[in-house]
C-alpha cells in the first residue's frame, strides 16, 4: 500500500492537484505512456485519450487544465478537439504536438489558443515548461 503522504487521489505525486491537470490526446500507445510517466514524474495528474471521440465524450475537470494534443489522429484531428472547447466556451491551454508541422498548421494551431506546437521528436524539457505555461494561463482564465 503506498503512504498517503508520498501521493495524492489516483496515485498521482503530492502536490499534483495544486497543479492542475494534463489531458494528453495521443493514439500511439507507447508514445502516450511515455508522455503520462514524463508528465506525472513533474507532478502532474495526468489524464490520457486515444481518440477524438474518447477524448469528446469526457467530462472536463474543474481545475485548471492544460492540453497535450496530437493534431493528427486516426479518427480525427486536433483542431476538432480545440474548436469544440472553444465553442463550449473552456478556458483549456494547448500544447500540440505533430509529426508533420509547417507554418500554417502552427499558425492556425495558435490562432486556436495553443500555447505551443512541437513537432516530433521534442525535447521533454522544453514540454514540460509548455505544460506550466499553459496550467498557468488556464488558471488565469478560469480567474477572469
Known amino acids: 500500500m503506498e503512504a498517503m503522504s508520498a501521493t495524492g487521489a489516483r496515485g498521482e505525486p503530492a502536490g499534483a492537484q495544486e497543479r492542475g491537470v494534463v489531458l494528453v490526446v495521443e493514439d500511439d500507445p507507447l508514445l502516450q505512456r511515455a508522455l503520462g510517466r514524463l508528465l ?3 507532478g502532474h495528474r495526468v489524464e490520457l485519450f486515444d481518440s477524438v471521440p474518447a477524448f469528446l465524450g469526457s467530462a472536463l475537470p474543474e481545475e485548471a ?3 497535450v494534443l496530437d493534431l493528427h489522429l486516426p479518427d480525427g484531428n486536433g483542431f476538432e478537439i480545440l474548436d469544440d472547447l472553444e465553442a463550449r466556451g473552456t478556458p483549456v ?3 500540440v504536438i505533430t509529426a508533420h508541422g509547417d507554418v ?6 495558435m490562432q486556436k489558443g ?3 506546437l512541437l513537432e516530433k521528436p521534442f525535447d521533454n524539457r522544453r514540454l514540460l515548461a509548455s505544460v506550466a505555461d499553459g496550467l498557468a494561463r488556464a488558471s488565469r482564465a478560469r480567474q477572469l
Open 104 to 109: 500554417p498548421t502552427t499558425v492556425r494551431a
Open 65 to 67: 487544465t492544460c492540453l
Open 40 to 42: 506525472r514524474s513533474a
Open 93 to 95: 491551454s494547448a500544447v
Open 114 to 116: 495553443a500555447v505551443e
